[in-house]
């Protein structure tokens, strides 16, 4: 079965520095994978996913990810956070259903952003 | 109205109690889902329906009770719950157009309460 690691369950960066959360999946075939992020009192929001093809993933707000294969990794990264980037981040692997691919999704990671 | 709406956006409930949660896409997808998200815990799929059929249930205890009438609306009726079950209800939607592009969309949840 399918499943998802995010080890840090909470990131803090300062407001303009760099940003990598990482995640780690399991799967047994060519995997989906999707960046979710979730502000407060919210539902989720996807940023980005890969399929195939190039590695290196864009997505909106300026996040990107790279597919690692030999490290089964799909870290998300942005160059310069904003404070409005607080929110939780969830990591997730598609299984095929039917015509669609359902994400199974990890614990997600905390992004406090100080000022 | 557009995307993915949910009614009520907070609910308090007694033990018995029955209530609905109710569910409304305006994308134009063929399937919806219900996940249950609880504090620590990650994303629980409950159910999946594509097409109105149920597609999946994942172990879903009785007292949740999902109901699809069309491809736009989706309902979670509720019933003799548990404290255990307060958690925030979300619900999502995608296409089915057997392509791998077919990410979820999801709303902002309800934010269920049982005392």
């Known amino acids: 079965a399918q499943s998802v690691t995010q080890p840090d369950i909470h990131i803090t960066v300062s407001e303009g520095a760099s940003l990598e959360l990482r995640c780690n999946y399991s799967y047994g075939a060519t995997p989906y994978l999707f960046w979710y992020v979730q502000s407060p009192g919210q539902g989720l929001q996807l940023l980005l996913k890969?399929?195939?093809?190039?590695?290196l993933v864009q997505g909106i707000k300026g996040f990107e990810a790279e597919f690692k294969r030999s490290q089964s990794s799909f870290n998300l990264r942005k160059p310069s956070v904003h404070w409005s980037d607080a929110a939780e981040y969830f990591c997730?692997?598609?299984?095929?259903?039917?015509?669609?691919?359902?994400?199974?999704f990890g614990r997600g990671t905390s992004l406090i952003v100080h000022p | 109205e557009t995307g993915v709406t949910q009614t009520p956006r907070h609910l308090v409930m007694g033990m018995t109690n029955k209530k609905s949660l109710k569910c409304e896409q305006h994308?134009?997808?063929?399937?919806m889902y219900w996940y249950k998200q609880s504090a620590k815990k990650p994303l629980e799929l409950m159910f999946v329906?594509?097409?109105?059929?149920?597609?999946e249930n994942n172990s879903v205890p009785s007292r949740f009770s999902p109901e699809c009438p069309n491809s736009s609306h989706l309902f979670l009726h509720l019933h003799t719950l548990q404290p255990e079950d307060s958690a925030l209800y979300l619900c999502?939607?995608?296409?089915?157009?057997?392509?791998?592009?077919?990410?979820?969309?999801f709303g902002p949840g309800t934010r269920l309460t049982v005392l």
């Open positions: 994308l134009g997808h063929n399937a």
């Open positions: 329906y594509n097409f109105k059929e149920q597609t």
């Open positions: 997730a692997v598609g299984r095929s259903s039917g015509g669609s691919y359902i994400p199974t």
């Open positions: 999502a939607s995608s296409p089915l157009t057997g392509g791998r592009g077919n990410e979820q969309f």
């Open positions: 890969y399929f195939s093809g190039d590695t």
